[in-house]
């Protein structure tokens, strides 16, 4: 939820600027000049969120090709005209535990990332309750994607 109003904040703040009609204050200045591996840690802080959306859309789009809503072990994932939706799900599955790693990395090479009011500490709110939704998720397992997904 504080994800959420953070980004609606932001956009706000995005639309009054180009309007013309914002002040310009420190934090603004400072989120402007911030270096591009900010935004990049909040790409790769979003991965256990894309893993889920990825998972679920190549679903969808099997349900579309086939006719039916796939079944584990009868509807191959990587026979089916979803082949390019299995990679980019297999390279976000493949990707999870090193965009940890790489979150531990950037967050300890940066010392501003200590302040409690950074985007770094934004970022690690996205992947940990990305990380917790998708335990959540992968063990309910709802349709029975992720056991159609893992055969």
Same mark, same amino acid.
Request: proline share 6%; net charge positive.
């Given at each position: 939820?504080?994800?959420?109003? &953070? !980004?609606?904040?932001?956009?706000?703040?995005? *639309?009054?600027?180009?309007?013309?009609? $914002? #002040?310009?204050? /420190?934090?603004?200045?400072?989120?402007?000049?911030?270096?591009?591996?900010?935004?990049?840690?909040?790409?790769?802080?979003?991965?256990?969120?894309?893993?889920?959306?990825?998972?679920?859309?190549?679903?969808?789009?099997?349900?579309? &090709? !086939?006719?039916?809503?796939?079944?584990?072990? *009868?509807?191959?994932?990587?026979?089916? $005209? #979803?082949?390019? /939706?299995?990679?980019?799900?297999?390279?976000?599955?493949?990707?999870?535990?090193?965009?940890?790693?790489?979150?531990?990395?950037?967050?300890?090479?940066?010392?501003?990332?200590?302040?409690?009011?950074?985007?770094?500490?934004?970022?690690?709110?996205?992947?940990?309750?990305?990380?917790?939704?998708?335990?959540?998720?992968?063990? $309910?397992?709802?349709?029975?994607?992720?056991?159609?997904?893992?055969?």
């Amino acid at each position: 939820m504080g994800t959420v109003l &953070f !980004l609606l904040f932001r956009i706000g703040v995005e *639309l009054r600027r180009s309007a013309g009609t $914002a #002040t310009t204050t /420190l934090g603004e200045e400072r989120a402007a000049a911030a270096p591009p591996i900010d935004k990049w840690f909040l790409v790769v802080s979003s991965i256990p969120w894309l893993l889920i959306i990825a998972a679920y859309v190549e679903a969808l789009a099997a349900w579309y &090709f !086939l006719g039916h809503w796939p079944r584990p072990m *009868l509807d191959d994932p990587k026979n089916i $005209a #979803t082949k390019p /939706l299995h990679l980019i799900y297999v390279l976000l599955l493949l990707g999870f535990v090193p965009a940890f790693f790489l979150l531990v990395l950037l967050t300890v090479s940066n010392c501003k990332a200590i302040r409690a009011r950074s985007l770094y500490s934004v970022g690690w709110v996205i992947f940990v309750l990305g990380a917790i939704a998708l335990f959540f998720v992968v063990r $309910a397992d709802p349709g029975n994607v992720w056991e159609w997904l893992a055969d």
